[in-house]
């Protein structure tokens, strides 16, 4: 997921607390959904789906986290990832090997930052989303470990195939509507432009991997980033990607990447 700002127009200041918006909006996710096929560095419309689709989402999987052991605490806490990840000391101390290490490389390669992604999230948003409210505070944290995700799946965030299979393995993680949304959307167009199914198996494969891993959603990053890559992905059963790598083989023999 891109994270270059580009023409964002900020969020006004969070609404009073009061009822979280469940409904879904398919004409807003249709519309954005048709800007995100179009150009796949546009990060704002990937929101906008999100928005419009999610619905009580981040009210189910707080929920959900209250039951996880270790999750109380998690809720209780309300850590702001987006401002720890942005704690470049803290990710310098991370040793070499682990998780966070191989964030950091991620930063510097891709040039991406959490705040920049919590930033672009903000674009032209209802609000509430920033409000002291426990799903609100969950909603953030899900945007925050998605870059995470990219590290944990081997799934790069440069190239749009790495993206859609991303987005699967979040769809079948979180149950998000949005994001089975935007996956589909992205295989269906690599077969209509390439008329070949690589992209999308790739795709599929990244929703059964999200299936078959630990809820990733529970997890408690602060020790998650001090853990070597390799066994934490052992740890939470993230398979290998193996049909991803050979559609992004495949792609690139044909110059395709950036379908």
């Given at each position: 997921m891109a994270t270059a700002i580009d023409?964002?127009?900020?969020?006004?200041?969070?609404?009073?607390?009061g009822p979280i918006p469940t409904g879904r909006d398919w004409r807003t996710a249709w519309a954005a959904l048709k800007k995100l096929l179009a150009n796949g560095d546009d990060t704002v419309q990937v929101f906008r789906i999100m928005r419009a689709l999610n619905g009580d989402t981040s009210q189910k999987n707080y929920r959900k986290l209250l039951d996880q052991p270790g999750g109380g605490r998690l809720a209780y806490?309300?850590?702001?990832?987006?401002?720890?990840?942005?704690?470049?000391a803290w990710l310098e101390s991370l040793p070499d090997g682990s998780v966070g290490a191989?964030?950091?490389?991620?930063?510097?390669?891709?040039g991406f930052s959490a705040q920049g992604l919590a930033d672009i999230s903000y674009a032209d948003s209802d609000g509430w989303r920033d409000m002291e409210h426990p799903y609100a505070w969950f909603g953030r944290r899900e945007r925050d470990i998605h870059d995470i995700w990219h590290v944990l799946t081997g799934y790069t965030a440069e190239e749009h195939l790495g993206e859609a299979c991303l987005v699967a393995f979040s769809y079948a993680q979180t149950g998000g509507l949005g994001w089975a949304f935007i996956a589909g959307g992205a295989a269906l167009k690599s077969l209509r432009v390439t008329g070949e199914r690589n992209f999308a198996a790739a795709v599929l494969e990244g929703y059964r991997h999200g299936k078959r891993a630990k809820w990733l959603s529970g997890?408690?990053?602060?020790?998650?980033?001090?853990?070597?890559?390799?066994?934490?992905?052992?740890?939470?059963?993230?398979?290998?990607?193996?049909?991803?790598?050979?559609a992004r083989k495949r792609l690139a023999e044909q110059g395709l990447q950036g379908i």
């Open positions: 023409d964002i127009r900020f969020a006004p200041a969070p609404p009073e607390d806490r309300r850590l702001e990832l987006s401002r720890k990840f942005a704690d470049r191989h964030y950091r490389a991620f930063l510097d390669r891709t997890e408690d990053y602060e020790q998650v980033m001090a853990e070597p890559l390799d066994a934490a992905r052992r740890r939470l059963d993230i398979a290998t990607p193996v049909k991803y790598f050979e």
